[in-house]
């Protein structure tokens, strides 16, 4: 893994490790504890996004632990 970057329970984005809320969801939980980095640039294309009910294009994780 390339970084100690975070995920969010919630929603499953990517954020910054200085981030203390999710800038999406606005979720606390965010965790280090992740792994599969994904990036959905066309969630209405995707089969991924689709399992992840994801809407909008961004840096996922896919699990989040
Ligand atoms: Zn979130």
Known sequence: MASNRLACHDCHRIVEPDEE???YCSSTSL???WAGY???T???ESE???K???SEPGEYALKVR
Do not use: W
Request: hydrophobic content about 45%; aromatic content about 0%.
């Open 21 to 23: 809320m999710c800038p």
């Open 31 to 33: 965790t280090e504890d």
């Open 38 to 40: 994904v990036v959905i």
């Open 42 to 44: 066309h969630p209405e």
């Open 48 to 50: 991924i996004a689709e």
């Open 52 to 54: 992840m009910e994801v």
